[in-house]
């Protein structure tokens, strides 16, 4: 279950390329807090999932709700 979420809430990640050094911006809409910044477009998206497992993990930890919006098993 906690796999799908993740999955679910990745495929909602938006990128972008900063002009300036070309560095690769992520993050997921509806997660706040959640972004990433790296080199290559890989490196942004595996430190942009360790992000949201660390959010999750927060949340969970302090008992607050996730986002609605994600579906486990849905995307």
């Known amino acids: 279950m906690l796999t799908n979420y993740i999955r ?5 990640a938006r990128y972008e390329i900063f002009p300036s050094d070309g560095s690769f911006y ?12 790296e080199e290559t477009l890989e490196d942004c ?3 942009l ?8 993990l927060l949340r969970v930890s302090r008992n607050l709700p996730f986002s ?6 849905r995307n």
């Open 8 to 12: 679910a809430a990745m495929h909602r």
């Open 68 to 73: 609605q919006d994600i579906k486990a098993g």
């Open 49 to 56: 999932e360790e992000v949201l497992e660390e959010w999750i």
């Open 26 to 37: 992520g993050e997921i809409p509806g997660f706040d807090g959640v972004y990433a910044n």
């Open 45 to 47: 998206r595996e430190e």
